[in-house]
């Protein structure tokens, strides 16, 4: 298939070529940059919905039920799944296949990839990866993180409304005062409420909000059992009011920011990348033997490289 017919395709939301050019922006392949510069208008019409939380809360379970809601509710919908690294293969540990069976009956788009080792819960490439699901033209387009923990809380560059789901029973709630993570969320959801401890988790998390600092946005605790889809609807209501919440302006802004982050982080990477080519690995060999054998300190020795 030829260049123009490959675009022709996705700008007609065909899904076979939406999955391909995924497979080649995954794959970090030059091509994807020069589609994605064409088709780059296209995009942005979706509505980002972050999942993150600790493994085992069921975030899976709760994005499969959420995107089932949707589509009763004739919302279109593209999952975007960030999942651990195959350390044989490169690709996502686990299969989208597996994760999401009620989901898969409606038709929609699902697609797991792999995190690649990047930190933060998502792939270095996530923001071009949903990129590439808008062309679908979905309504709304939900991104579930690796469920890395502490580190997972990049989710909130990418995403317009972020959720956090957390469980009783694995003492989520000390170590999500520790990362930061009720800070990022704008929903906090306690899953598996029919657990024990569900009820002392939801005033825990309460508590740590209301000592946290005083914001705009009031930030709701909802209770769900992923599983039986109960409390689902109290999600929905959730993200709809903050949908709501942040109206055009507010929304224009945060999409502003995040645009800025990523794009400094482009910036950053491809000098970098230059420079390191420019370098050349002789004379990093060559620095870095120096610095070994304290001839010079590493300081000194990158304020040189940039120098020159």
Do not use: C
């Not at 989901?103 to 690649?116: E, L, Y």
């Not at 923001?127 to 709304?140: C, H, K, P, S, T």
């Not at 959730?238 to 910036?267: M, P, V, W």
Request: glycine share 10%.
């Amino acid at each position: 298939m030829n260049k123009e017919q490959f675009l022709d395709n996705l700008r007609k939301a065909d899904v076979r070529s939406v999955a391909k050019l995924i497979t080649l922006i995954e794959n970090e392949d030059s091509v994807a940059e020069e589609i994605l510069k064409e088709v780059w208008k296209d995009t942005g019409k979706s509505y980002i919905i972050g999942i993150t939380g600790p493994p085992g809360a069921g975030k899976s379970t709760i994005v499969d039920s959420l995107a089932k809601f949707l589509i009763g509710k004739e919302k279109s919908v593209g999952i975007l799944a960030i999942d651990p690294t195959s350390p044989f293969s490169g690709g996502a540990v686990l299969g989208d296949r597996l994760r999401m069976s009620s989901a898969q009956t409606t038709g929609m788009f699902i697609r797991s990839v792999a995190s690649r080792g990047h930190l933060g819960g998502l792939a270095s490439t996530t923001r071009l990866l949903i990129n590439a699901v808008e062309l679908l033209g979905n309504d709304f387009t939900i991104v579930e993180t690796v469920g890395a923990g502490q580190g997972d809380v990049e989710i909130v560059q990418i995403s317009d409304t972020t959720v956090v789901v957390e469980v009783p029973g694995l003492g989520d709630e000390v170590q999500a005062q520790k990362a930061g993570i009720l800070e990022i969320g704008d929903i906090l959801v306690v899953n598996k409420s029919d657990r024990p401890g569900a009820d002392r988790l939801a005033k825990e998390l309460q508590m740590m909000l209301s000592l946290g600092e005083e914001k705009e946005w009031k930030t709701p605790i909802v209770s769900t059992t992923a599983t039986t889809g109960e409390g689902i609807d109290k999600l929905w209501k959730g993200i709809k009011t903050h949908q709501q919440f942040l109206g055009s302006d507010k929304f224009e802004a945060k999409r502003l920011e995040k645009l800025k982050y990523e794009l400094e982080n482009q910036i950053s990477q491809k000098l970098f990348t230059k420079k390191i080519i420019e370098i050349g690995d002789d004379e990093i060999t060559r620095t870095s033997k120096a610095i070994l054998n304290r001839k010079i300190d590493p300081f000194t020795a990158v304020d040189n490289i940039i120098k020159e």
